[in-house]
């Protein structure tokens, strides 16, 4: 079992739909959850992060996250052709040093 | 305020050649950990180090070292480079050694080994 695993894409979606990623992680002393952007070619950009079960909303973006079920995920809400991208979730299990376990990504495509 | 820089920025090197990438930090952090990106993978830990000392190391060959310097920059240096060396190398930036642990990375380095 993989560490942390994304839904498989790619994942294509109308221009102005709620596009959802989700992923799951094995390690129940994970503490912290992140969702990075990345660009074709470029380094990831981070745009959500989240420590508490529940929701946390971000302009468009909403992250939910259920320790209980060891799951996380990412709404976009009003999807733009601009987030058309490969998204990365990140789990952070909280001991003495700082290693971010990323799954493999999900492609998102948003077409106009 | 300047983010994450790292250089150079794209490296063609051959097999067996050593490297040295570079990486400056967000100014008032301390904290740096170096990660590999594949294609079509999820980057890959390698190291952290915080306060100029190694503070975790991830699953790889000791052909991989790295250090800190006292302004909380660093270099990642890769010995008798491999084909599978190849990747995209990323730096990561933290205020401090855990806290929330919330990481920035820089454009990256772009390593091809011939």
């Known amino acids: 079992q993989k560490e942390v695993e994304q839904n498989s894409g790619p994942l294509s979606v109308p221009e102005g739909a709620i596009a959802s990623l989700n992923c799951t992680y094995s390690d129940r002393g994970s503490q912290s959850f992140f969702w990075y952007r990345q660009y074709s070619g470029k380094s990831p950009e981070l745009i959500m992060s989240?420590?508490?079960?529940g929701d946390k909303e971000d302009g468009r973006f909403t992250a939910q996250l259920n320790k209980a079920s060891q799951y996380v995920s990412l709404l976009i809400r009003d999807s733009q052709p601009s987030d058309s991208a490969t998204y990365l979730c990140a789990v952070f299990r909280g001991t003495s040093y700082g290693k971010l376990t990323f799954g493999q990504g999900t492609i998102l495509t948003v077409h106009p | 305020d300047a983010g994450v820089t790292q250089s150079p920025t794209h490296l063609i090197k051959t097999r067996g050649q050593h490297v040295t990438l570079r990486c400056s930090p967000i100014?008032?952090?301390?904290?740096v950990s170096w990660y590999q990106q594949v294609l079509g993978q999820g980057p890959q830990f390698i190291f952290q180090y915080y306060e100029k000392e190694e503070r975790g190391r991830g699953n790889f060959p000791d052909r991989f070292s790295a250090r800190q310097f006292p302004n909380y920059s660093s270099e990642l240096n890769v010995n008798a480079l491999l084909l599978g060396d190849s990747a995209l190398y990323l730096c990561?930036?933290?205020?401090?050694?855990?806290?929330?642990?919330?990481?920035?990375f820089g454009p990256g380095t772009r390593l091809t080994v011939l």
């Open positions: 100014s008032g952090h301390k904290s």
């Open positions: 989240i420590y508490s079960n």
């Open positions: 990561a930036s933290s205020i401090g050694q855990i806290s929330y642990n919330e990481q920035f």
